[in-house]
């Protein structure tokens, strides 16, 4: 019974905002139904559910990505720099590789280049972070402000500082079809990420080896692991993930623009966060993070229901939702590690 009693604490702890943000749901689904009507539109009806889950996908794989760099004890905030770039080097290589009327044979060549120059980006990107934390001794914090800033500008500067739009047709279809008519391709794709880096953070020496790192750095570097190549290799998987993330993004919105989605960074932090991941390190889940995403995003999708906020407001209310849950995990750390002391 007492490890019953720990279990649900511990649970109640790490998804108290998840189920307070439920209830919130579901008072709003009340209230902007017929009988209460203070705001248009049906948070759960089926375009609403299709735009919600299609607008989810992207923003929670450069979330994962930015979890596994947290976990190890540092920070990626050039996920939305790398995004940009990738998508804009992808707009601008399907626009020459696929002109109008190529044949199916020149579409999928075309696209597989794209793909392949997609993840040597993200690979590049990932590998100059890491050096530059590693190898520099750089804080993560302004080493990846820096190359975000940096990634931002080669998207400008490649692309003249205009908008890229009008994607080849058989990309936008790949990119926006839907399964079972409100499951988009996206999604299926970041459910598939999803799994995937489920089993490297639980099924294999990677997984353990950030987990170590995180952890105690130091107690890691002494037992003999290469901590220097493990961050490396979560900057690299961080970055891929963010290319990802940024051809996602183009398929969605059928343009690419430099600069384009600069609160995403916020919100992936805050996702993380409220996921349960450790902003030390050491501590963190996948399943945690998905559940933060699906909850941001409705909350996200809540507030542009209502016309008085706007793109300038919504970031103010991520960043006082992003200080509100630190206050509250902290509080909750403080209070555990209290417990045990009196315990022991």
Same mark, same amino acid.
Request: glycine share 10%.
């Given at each position: /019974?007492?490890?019953?009693?720990?279990?649900?604490?511990?649970?109640?702890?790490?998804?108290?905002?998840?189920?307070?943000?439920?209830?919130?749901?579901?008072?709003?689904?009340?209230?902007?139904?017929?009988?209460?009507?203070?705001? !248009?539109?049906?948070?759960?009806?089926?375009?609403?559910?299709?735009?919600?889950? /299609?607008?989810?996908?992207?923003?929670?794989? /450069?979330?994962?990505?930015?979890?596994?760099?947290?976990?190890?004890?540092?920070?990626?905030?050039?996920?939305?720099?790398?995004?940009?770039?990738?998508?804009?080097?992808?707009?601008?290589?399907?626009?020459?590789?696929?002109?109008?009327?190529?044949?199916?044979?020149?579409?999928?060549?075309?696209?597989?280049?794209?793909?392949?120059?997609?993840?040597?980006?993200?690979?590049?990107?990932?590998?100059?972070?890491? @050096?530059?934390?590693?190898?520099?001794?750089?804080?993560?914090?302004?080493?990846?402000?820096?190359?975000?800033? /940096?990634?931002?500008?080669?998207?400008?500067?490649?692309?003249?500082?205009?908008?890229?739009?009008?994607?080849?047709?058989?990309?936008?279809?790949?990119?926006?079809?839907?399964?079972?008519?409100?499951?988009?391709?996206?999604?299926?794709?970041?459910?598939?990420?999803?799994?995937?880096?489920?089993?490297?953070?639980?099924?294999?020496?990677?997984?353990?080896?950030?987990?170590?790192?995180?952890?105690?750095?130091?107690?890691?570097?002494?037992?003999?692991?290469?901590? !220097?190549?493990?961050?490396?290799?979560?900057?690299?998987?961080?970055?891929?993930?963010?290319?990802?993330?940024?051809?996602?993004?183009?398929?969605?919105?059928?343009?690419?623009?430099?600069?384009?989605?600069?609160?995403?960074?916020?919100?992936? @932090?805050?996702?993380?966060?409220?996921?349960?991941?450790?902003?030390?390190?050491?501590?963190?889940?996948?399943?945690?993070?998905?559940?933060?995403?699906?909850?941001?995003?409705?909350?996200?999708?809540?507030?542009?229901?209502?016309?008085?906020?706007?793109?300038?407001?919504?970031?103010?209310?991520?960043?006082?939702?992003?200080?509100?849950?630190?206050?509250?995990?902290?509080?909750? !750390?403080?209070?555990?590690?209290?417990?045990?002391?009196?315990?022991?």
């Amino acid at each position: /019974m007492e490890a019953i009693r720990k279990l649900v604490r511990g649970n109640i702890r790490q998804y108290g905002m998840i189920i307070a943000l439920v209830f919130i749901i579901v008072l709003f689904q009340i209230i902007t139904g017929p009988t209460f009507k203070f705001v !248009d539109g049906i948070l759960l009806q089926p375009m609403n559910v299709t735009n919600l889950i /299609m607008q989810t996908g992207f923003i929670h794989i /450069m979330a994962i990505g930015m979890m596994l760099v947290i976990v190890t004890g540092g920070i990626d905030l050039s996920v939305v720099g790398v995004a940009t770039m990738s998508s804009m080097t992808s707009a601008i290589l399907l626009l020459r590789l696929i002109p109008a009327g190529a044949s199916s044979t020149v579409q999928a060549m075309g696209i597989l280049i794209v793909l392949v120059v997609l993840f040597v980006v993200g690979i590049l990107a990932g590998l100059i972070n890491g @050096l530059l934390i590693t190898r520099a001794h750089l804080p993560a914090m302004l080493a990846t402000i820096g190359t975000s800033q /940096m990634f931002i500008g080669i998207a400008t500067i490649i692309s003249g500082a205009q908008a890229v739009s009008r994607m080849p047709e058989v990309f936008v279809n790949a990119m926006t079809r839907t399964f079972f008519g409100v499951v988009p391709f996206s999604t299926v794709l970041f459910i598939i990420i999803t799994i995937i880096m489920w089993a490297v953070m639980t099924k294999t020496t990677l997984g353990t080896k950030i987990l170590m790192v995180g952890s105690n750095e130091k107690a890691a570097r002494f037992s003999g692991l290469n901590n !220097d190549s493990v961050i490396i290799k979560t900057y690299i998987i961080s970055a891929v993930l963010a290319s990802v993330a940024g051809l996602i993004m183009l398929g969605n919105y059928n343009s690419a623009k430099a600069g384009y989605g600069e609160s995403y960074t916020l919100q992936c @932090l805050l996702i993380a966060v409220l996921g349960g991941i450790s902003p030390l390190g050491g501590k963190g889940s996948i399943g945690g993070v998905a559940l933060s995403v699906i909850t941001i995003q409705i909350l996200s999708t809540m507030l542009n229901m209502f016309a008085f906020i706007n793109s300038f407001i919504k970031p103010m209310i991520w960043g006082a939702v992003l200080i509100l849950v630190l206050y509250m995990k902290w509080s909750s !750390d403080r209070k555990a590690s209290k417990q045990a002391r009196l315990s022991a």
